[in-house]
């Protein structure tokens, strides 16, 4: 007897190795990688790491031409003013998120069809070309025409969230989507540095860059030009990119097997995704869960591409419009500053207080903070250098990180809100909508900006002290959000 039961528990696991082979096909891309996933418990740092950089590709683009905006718009001869130049540049970033905006969740939607891997090295293709087109803009419209070109042909940022997503084992998960913001943090430091030092490369470094050259006629080339190498390294180590995608036909009852074999090695506390299978086909539009979160995410994206907008035109502007007269370099610097903060706080300090406060209570938390922390930018104005680089600095590394902490948990709550077969189009929704805010963030911003300027002397909250009042009014509402009935959450966080 004590033979017989021996071999039946001998048997036990040799069946249920033989079942997950099985749901495994031959030649499928997506079963390679869940094999792998199963037979590797982990960290998948290479796939990590190529994850990081494809979404550098996403955010240089966005944050290189901070430090210089002001200045190019300048030299178009289309403004005259402090205001108008505000009033033109708003277009310039609007018209990139527009473009994104219009054709991302058309990405998600193909990535979901085709692959991850097409959708991936087609953004970065269409960013490497017209990212330096954008570089040799002789007018205006032309830089218009260019960025919204980099926004309508890149829809890699929805299809490598889910990508992040499937790439790794549940337990994983919470890094991958972590290096969203991680990677975010690293474009935050690398992208104004680049558009800062090398801009106007004639000006500051003469020697190297004779007047008559071709960067002396295209003043802003050069930082493109480096973006656009760039793009094209990570575009060739494309050819590396595992797809992640099933290729093969299956029924419902086979799939949830094959998503199965691998939640088997992981805690099923973690994802609950398995257990929401009878939502699968839900329209996305009715997962309340998932759309609640999403418009989270817009109203922190909305808010926080305004106060990038604003904050390059406040810094660069003349102390006399109350503005702190900085150079390219040195807005520069500061946004390097707080980039390479987020990308520590994002590592070593956020997990941490995540996991004990949980997404919601850490996002209510940092929108509290930063709200508070918007009403002190406009008394800087009024410190002598270098405590005002020292105080602006301070500031942009607390507000900076406070962002990124609310939109790394909307990620966790969007991606636990759908399943796998679900989360391209899910992300590139999410994208398309966040793309929609952050349309009219910079406009927004800028004619906000140019009117503020006008009323350097009113009673009520004169000058820019009025602009940072309504970026706080704006995570006033964000923070409302975040509270029943407009937050829905995934089963696994009602804890919070």
Not at 35 to 59: D, M, Q, T
Request: aromatic share 12%; with cysteine.
């Amino acid at each position: 007897m004590a033979g017989g039961s021996g071999e039946v528990a001998a048997a036990a696991p040799l069946l249920e190795t033989e079942e997950k082979v099985a749901a495994y096909h031959e030649g499928c891309p997506g079963c390679a990688v869940d094999r792998r996933k199963a037979a590797n418990a982990g960290v998948p740092y290479k796939e990590f790491f190529h994850i990081w950089i494809i979404i550098l590709v996403s955010c240089l683009p966005i944050s290189l031409l901070f430090p210089f905006l002001y200045f190019m718009i300048r030299d178009f001869h289309i403004a005259k003013t402090v205001e108008d130049i505000g009033f033109y540049a708003g277009f310039v970033g609007a018209s990139y998120m527009l473009g994104r905006a219009l054709t991302s969740t058309a990405w998600g939607m193909i990535a979901d069809r085709i692959g991850r891997k097409p959708v991936i090295v087609f953004g970065i293709f269409s960013a490497l070309l017209f990212n330096t087109l954008f570089g040799l803009s002789v007018n205006y419209w032309m830089a218009i025409s260019t960025r919204f070109l980099i926004g309508s042909l890149n829809g890699l940022l929805g299809p490598i969230r889910a990508y992040a997503i499937e790439i790794c084992r549940p337990e994983h998960q919470a890094i991958a989507l972590s290096l969203v913001s991680t990677s975010w943090a690293i474009g935050l430091i690398v992208g104004p540095t680049i558009g800062g030092y090398l801009a106007q490369p004639t000006e500051k470094y003469p020697k190297l860059f004779p007047t008559y050259s071709l960067f002396g006629r295209f003043p802003y080339f050069l930082p493109c030009l480096c973006i656009s190498v760039f793009c094209f390294a990570v575009l060739i180590s494309c050819i590396w990119l595992p797809e992640t995608l099933h290729n093969h036909k299956a029924d419902k009852k086979g799939d949830q097997a094959s998503e199965s074999s691998i939640a088997h090695f992981s805690d099923p506390e973690e994802l609950n995704e398995h257990g929401t299978s009878a939502t699968t086909d839900k329209n996305l539009f009715k997962n309340w869960p998932l759309m609640s979160s999403i418009i989270l995410f817009c109203i922190v994206s909305f808010e926080d591409m305004a106060y990038t907008e604003i904050f390059s035109l406040w810094a660069e502007s003349d102390r006399k419009y109350g503005g702190l007269s900085f150079s390219t370099e040195d807005v520069g610097q500061v946004l390097a500053i707080s980039g390479a903060s987020i990308l520590v706080y994002q590592t070593f300090i956020y997990p941490r207080i995540v996991g004990v406060l949980g997404p919601i209570n850490t996002s209510r938390i940092a929108t509290s903070l930063s709200m508070m922390l918007l009403l002190t930018y406009a008394p800087i104005t009024h410190l002598s250098r270098p405590w005002s680089q020292i105080a602006v600095s301070i500031a942009s590394i607390l507000k900076n990180n406070f962002v990124v902490t609310v939109v790394t948990c909307s990620f966790i709550l969007q991606n636990n809100s759908v399943t796998q077969h679900q989360r391209a189009t899910a992300n590139g929704l999410a994208t398309t909508l966040m793309s929609l805010f952050k349309t009219f963030a910079p406009a927004g911003a800028g004619i906000v900006f140019s009117w503020a300027q006008k009323r350097q002397h009113a009673l009520f909250f004169p000058g820019d002290q009025m602009v940072f009042f309504l970026l706080a009014i704006v995570e006033l509402v964000q923070l409302v959000w975040t509270f029943k009935p407009f937050l829905a959450v995934p089963q696994q966080f009602c804890s919070d």
